[in-house]
């Protein structure tokens, strides 16, 4: 339920022309002032000024990336659903409205070609690991399986990548955050999010030794096939733990000890790979026990082959 001044203060922040229209876009897509600008055809202080009197009143939410700052509907569920429930009744037809739509989707196809274009000048990088191991959409339905039916409130997902994590569990979280060092990245995980109408998940460019916006509210940290690429992976698991709530889950996926030595030279690897004992170090470390692992390994690719590990540590 919201209060009455909270109530008050959000309806004031949208009761003006250009700020419905704002909101209208950011209940679609996280966007720039710049992605802004060229939509609403207004000045950038204009824009500017309507954002952050919306993101005071707890509207919208706003995020730092580099240079820019994205904005979206802030993650509140009931801020969230007074919105929708306004929005939903906007008529489609409306010739303002309509013309922001379809500038919007000119935006999120000029996303989507970039982000396509990225993922295929690295596609043969990629490719080359995945000969190695098990396909990676049984590693999925793996992982899928081992969570079990359990729903997850919000689910971080750290080193998200492509943030394909975020999207093969966008059935079991409420609200979803991916965290990346790399823009590119995260470009490429916005748009998949996107194209796939993920609403309720969206990606940060952060550092993973420091997650102190999330300590102690994630029901499900995932790690996924990240910390082979770290000087000190013991500490992205202590930190990892740090956001979890008491009762929550943290999984860890990636390689089990290997002698592929050219990982290190052509993909940048620094480990190659994690024992048993490697891992109940670090979870001893981070006031976790291990809770369950599973070794998924295949005779369908070259041999020998990579094991992938699938990790789950709890308090």
Same mark, same amino acid.
């Given at each position: 339920?919201?209060?009455?001044?909270?109530?008050?203060?959000?309806?004031?922040?949208?009761?003006?022309?250009?700020?419905?229209?704002?909101?209208?876009?950011?209940?679609?897509?996280?966007?720039?002032?710049?992605?802004?600008?060229?939509?609403?055809?207004?000045?950038?202080?204009?824009?500017?000024?309507?954002?952050?009197?919306?993101?005071?009143?707890?509207?919208?939410?706003?995020?730092?990336?580099?240079?820019?700052?994205?904005?979206?509907?802030?993650?509140?569920?009931?801020?969230?659903?007074?919105?929708?429930? @306004?929005?939903?009744?906007?008529? #489609? $037809?409306?010739? =303002?409205?309509?013309?922001?739509?379809?500038? &919007?989707? /000119?935006? *999120?196809?000029?996303?989507?070609?970039?982000?396509?274009?990225?993922?295929?000048?690295?596609?043969?990088?990629?490719?080359? @690991?995945?000969?190695?191991?098990? #396909? $990676?959409?049984? =590693?999925?339905?793996?992982?899928?399986?081992? &969570?079990? /039916?359990? *729903?997850?409130?919000?689910?971080?997902?750290?080193?998200?990548?492509?943030?394909?994590?975020?999207?093969?569990?966008?059935?079991?979280?409420?609200?979803?955050?991916?965290?990346?060092?790399?823009?590119?990245?995260?470009?490429?995980?916005?748009?998949?999010?996107?194209?796939?109408?993920?609403?309720?998940?969206?990606?940060?460019?952060?550092?993973?030794?420091?997650?102190?916006?999330?300590?102690?509210?994630?029901?499900?940290?995932?790690?996924?096939?990240?910390?082979?690429?770290?000087?000190?992976?013991?500490?992205?698991?202590?930190?990892?733990?740090?956001?979890?709530?008491?009762?929550?889950?943290?999984?860890?996926?990636?390689?089990?000890?290997?002698?592929?030595?050219?990982?290190?030279?052509?993909?940048?690897?620094?480990?190659?790979?994690?024992?048993?004992?490697?891992?109940?170090?670090?979870?001893?470390?981070?006031?976790?026990?291990?809770?369950?692992?599973?070794?998924?390994?295949?005779?369908?690719?070259?041999?020998?082959?990579?094991?992938?590990?699938?990790?789950?540590?709890?308090?």
């Amino acid at each position: 339920m919201i209060g009455h001044e909270d109530l008050v203060a959000i309806l004031r922040a949208i009761a003006e022309p250009t700020r419905l229209r704002l909101v209208n876009l950011l209940a679609r897509s996280e966007l720039t002032v710049t992605d802004l600008i060229s939509i609403l055809n207004q000045s950038q202080p204009r824009i500017s000024r309507h954002l952050k009197l919306m993101a005071d009143s707890g509207v919208l939410s706003r995020n730092r990336e580099g240079t820019r700052a994205f904005y979206r509907l802030a993650q509140s569920p009931q801020t969230v659903k007074l919105l929708q429930d @306004i929005l939903n009744d906007i008529d #489609a $037809e409306d010739p =303002v409205f309509a013309r922001d739509w379809r500038k &919007l989707e /000119d935006i *999120r196809e000029a996303r989507a070609r970039s982000a396509e274009a990225y993922f295929s000048a690295n596609a043969e990088r990629w490719d080359e @690991i995945r000969t190695l191991h098990l #396909a $990676e959409e049984d =590693v999925e339905q793996n992982i899928l399986k081992q &969570l079990g /039916d359990t *729903r997850f409130t919000t689910m971080l997902d750290l080193g998200t990548g492509t943030g394909r994590m975020l999207e093969v569990f966008s059935d079991r979280y409420n609200h979803g955050v991916g965290i990346d060092t790399s823009a590119d990245m995260l470009a490429v995980a916005r748009a998949k999010l996107e194209e796939n109408g993920i609403g309720h998940a969206e990606v940060r460019l952060g550092d993973l030794f420091d997650l102190s916006e999330y300590r102690g509210n994630c029901d499900l940290v995932m790690i996924h096939m990240v910390l082979h690429f770290l000087e000190e992976p013991g500490l992205a698991v202590e930190e990892a733990a740090r956001c979890l709530t008491d009762d929550g889950r943290l999984l860890i996926v990636d390689f089990a000890p290997h002698d592929f030595e050219f990982l290190r030279a052509a993909h940048s690897h620094v480990r190659n790979g994690f024992s048993r004992e490697d891992m109940e170090g670090f979870s001893a470390s981070a006031g976790l026990k291990i809770a369950s692992v599973t070794d998924l390994t295949t005779d369908d690719v070259v041999e020998p082959a990579l094991t992938v590990s699938v990790w789950e540590l709890r308090r």
